[in-house]
Nanobody, 123 residues
Framework: QGQLVESGGGLVQAGGSLRLSCAAS????????MGWFRQAPGKEREFVAA????????YYAGSVKGRFTISRDNGNDTVDLQMNSLQPEDTAVYYC????????????????WGQGTQVTVSS
């Protein structure tokens, strides 16, 4: 069974930075597309960023482009999300996800999900 475990969430002031990490195990996730999603209270889960297995193709939501960076280390089976210039509207539970089918913005293509890590940005 594949497993994804996120870490690195926390409380930060507006304008600050956080780095989330997702550790993958139990599957050959280095051949999977990896994505980050988030869900704020009372809102639907939304796409944040994704990267294909090779790291050659990267996708970002418009709201985070230029502030967030996704990266992966296939040697260590990890995928990170560097978040800079955080704003209160970035407050959400952030989820790591993996897809053996495709990589993209739709949550439906991802087969594996982590349990989520809370990010809270204070104003």
């Amino acid at each position: 069974q594949g497993q994804l475990v996120e870490s690195g969430g926390g409380l930060v002031q507006a304008g600050g930075s956080l780095r989330l990490s997702c550790a993958a195990s139990g599957r050959a996730f280095r051949s999977y597309g990896m994505g980050w999603f988030r869900q704020a209270p009372g809102k639907e889960r939304e796409f944040v960023a994704a990267q294909d297995w090779s790291g050659s193709n990267t996708y970002y939501a418009g709201s985070v482009k230029g502030r967030f960076t996704i990266s992966r280390d296939n040697g260590n089976d990890t995928v990170d999300l560097q978040m800079n210039s955080l704003q209160p509207e970035d407050t959400a539970v952030y989820y790591c996800a993996a897809s053996n089918v495709a990589v993209g913005r739709m949550a439906e293509v991802y087969e594996y999900w982590g349990q989520g890590t809370q990010v809270t940005v204070s104003s």
